[in-house]
């Protein structure tokens, strides 16, 4: 399907809006999907690894500055910050994207990947320090590699769509999308 920039017409108000034509059908029916696909994977993360965490509560709750090496207590931190924010601010920010506010997809990347780059820092600091990997845990608990591999890169497949889509409508920075009818409304910020 092409979409042109040329069908918008512009109001006084700062607000695009395009004819009611099949094309403008079209896009607002993707877009309807899109937005329930995005909350799907929003409610699925979400429960994902709140589940993962009610199993594994020691795992995740922990005091991260009781450790006496300065660089691991760093590590923990970080850590900590990064599973909440997937677990959490990552389903919010999916959330308020595909109720119309587009602004906050920018910062899906960062929750999305702050837990696997805590991960694997971790995992190079224990080489270094002990000569070790500790994958282990993977092979033990195979929740994990969903939890700690693929979620975090279905989120960031997300964020691309989330580009490709702002990049459709042929904005860089859109505001809000509303769909009411056959009409498709676009702020522009």
């Given amino acids: 399907m092409i979409f042109r920039k040329t069908s918008y017409t512009k109001n006084n108000l700062g607000t695009k ?3 009611d034509s099949e094309v403008v059908v079209k896009i607002s029916k993707t877009i309807d999907l899109s937005l329930f696909s995005i909350n799907v994977i929003a409610a699925m993360n979400f429960l994902v690894y709140w589940l993962v965490i009610a199993t594994f509560p020691d795992f995740f709750f922990f005091n991260p500055l009781g450790n006496a090496n300065v660089l691991r207590r760093f590590e923990l931190v970080i850590s900590t910050a990064g599973w909440i924010s997937i ?3 990552a389903p919010i920010l999916l959330l ?3 109720s119309g506010s587009t602004r906050v997809g920018r910062f899906l990347p960062f929750c999305a990947l702050l837990w696997p780059v805590s991960l694997i ?10 000569g070790a990997f500790y994958f282990s845990y993977l092979k033990s ?5 969903f939890t700690d591999i693929l979620l975090p890169l279905i989120l960031m497949t997300v964020w691309i769509a ?6 459709f409508l042929g904005q860089e920075e859109i505001s809000s999308i509303t769909t009411s009818g056959k009409n498709l409304e676009v702020e522009l910020s």
Avoid: E, G
Wanted: overall charge positive.
């Fill in 87 to 89: 677990s959490t601010l």
């Fill in 162 to 167: 989330i580009k490709r889509h702002r990049k």
């Fill in 96 to 98: 308020l994207y595909s």
């Fill in 17 to 19: 809006k395009l004819f």
């Fill in 141 to 145: 608990f195979p929740i994990f590699i």
């Fill in 121 to 130: 820092i971790s995992q190079v600091t224990r080489y270094v320090q002990s």
